[in-house]
C-alpha cells in the first residue's frame, strides 16, 4: 500500500479534533451562573430612566443588561477592521 504524505498545514486541516469543545462548556457554565445569579435577585427595583423612572424586577435588569452587553460586543466583533 502506498502511504499518502501530508504537510504539517494539509494534517491539521485533516485531523479531526479530540477532546471537549471548551468554548462551548466555558458559555454554557457562564450562562448557568447568569441564570442562578439573576433568579436569586427577584426583588424589584426602580429604574431610573431619562425622563421616568420605572419599577422592574431585578431579574430582567440583569438579564437586560447582559443580553444589550452581548449585543454590543456583536457588533463590535462584527464591524471591527481586519489589521
Same mark, same amino acid.
Given at each position: 500500500? &502506498? $502511504?499518502?504524505?501530508? &504537510?504539517?498545514? $494539509?494534517? /491539521? %486541516?485533516? /485531523? @479531526? /479534533?479530540? +477532546? @471537549?469543545?471548551?468554548?462551548?462548556?466555558?458559555?454554557?457554565?457562564?450562562?448557568?451562573?447568569?441564570?442562578? =445569579?439573576? =433568579?436569586?435577585?427577584?426583588?424589584?427595583?426602580?429604574?431610573? #430612566? *431619562? #425622563?421616568?423612572? !420605572?419599577?422592574? @424586577?431585578?431579574?430582567?435588569?440583569? *438579564?437586560?443588561? #447582559?443580553?444589550? +452587553? %452581548? *449585543?454590543?460586543? *456583536?457588533? !463590535?466583533?462584527? =464591524?471591527?477592521? @481586519?489589521?
Amino acid at each position: 500500500m &502506498s $502511504e499518502v504524505k501530508l &504537510s504539517r498545514r $494539509e494534517y /491539521k %486541516a485533516y /485531523k @479531526p /479534533k479530540r +477532546g @471537549p469543545n471548551w468554548k462551548i462548556i466555558v458559555v454554557a457554565i457562564l450562562l448557568v451562573l447568569l441564570g442562578v =445569579f439573576a =433568579f436569586i435577585n427577584r426583588t424589584v427595583v426602580k429604574v431610573n #430612566f *431619562l #425622563f421616568t423612572t !420605572i419599577d422592574l @424586577p431585578l431579574i430582567l435588569v440583569i *438579564l437586560a443588561s #447582559f443580553v444589550v +452587553g %452581548a *449585543l454590543v460586543s *456583536l457588533l !463590535i466583533y462584527t =464591524f471591527r477592521k @481586519p489589521n
